[in-house]
């Protein structure tokens, strides 16, 4: 089974958010209600999910993401958003939180969100020992619009950075996430893309490119230009906020027919 632990203030969202997730039998849910109960109770082991509130009265969501990046960086944190905490939400996901639902919106993201995070989670500790002794991997295949093969992509290259211990466990995961969400929203109409990827011991770099015919690899209107969480309202917006906030380069050509992505590991990681 796994376990996720809620971390609210408020008795009313907490059981919201429970029952949501008591939708699937696999997941065993718990709650407390701060952040100082949510860090006795990962010490004690055995929590493979965090749902964290924001604006808590002992020791607040930042704080909460903050120590467990740092205490617990194999368990993966989402932040719950509500009016009037976007800048401490943008913070979090600077600071590690894997991904975020507004509170107004849990009803239709919250059960996908906390699986597709644990599907990431549960690749990521499948890598072998041997890709411990990869220097560079490098491959380029065409990618049809089937969404059932972006969850084995990702899957696939979180193995291959964790393997190569490019990043922590935290980074590996929000690689995956800002990755997937990009291959989410370029493949938004009927066609094949190409997909290039390099990965070396400085950085993981992915290209995403579009036939010129075939028009851009994202949709232009969906890119959001406001820094307010809880102002987007689909999912390609918050799809946006994630890969800026879980990538270090995300870059448009003119034509909108080409995205680069870049994640570095190290200083000199920086674009040739």
Known sequence: MTTVLIVDDSALDRELAK???AEDSQL???TVDGGRAALDRLSAGGI?????DLMMPDINGLQLVTTIRVDHPDVPVIIMTGGGTEVVAMNALAQGAASYVPKRMLKDWLLKTTHDLLSLQQAQRTHGKLLECFKVVQFELDLPNEMALLGPLVEYLQQIVGGMQLFDATETFRLGVGLKEALQNALYRDRTILFVVRIDR??????????PDDGPVFDAAAVPDVEDLDALNTTDERGFMLMRSHLDEVRFNETGTEVVLVKRCAEDGAEE
């Open 19 to 21: 029952r949501i997730l």
């Open 28 to 30: 065993t849910v718990e």
């Open 48 to 52: 493979d999910l965090v749902l964290t």
């Open 202 to 211: 400085h950085k993981a770099r992915f290209t995403l490119r579009a036939q």
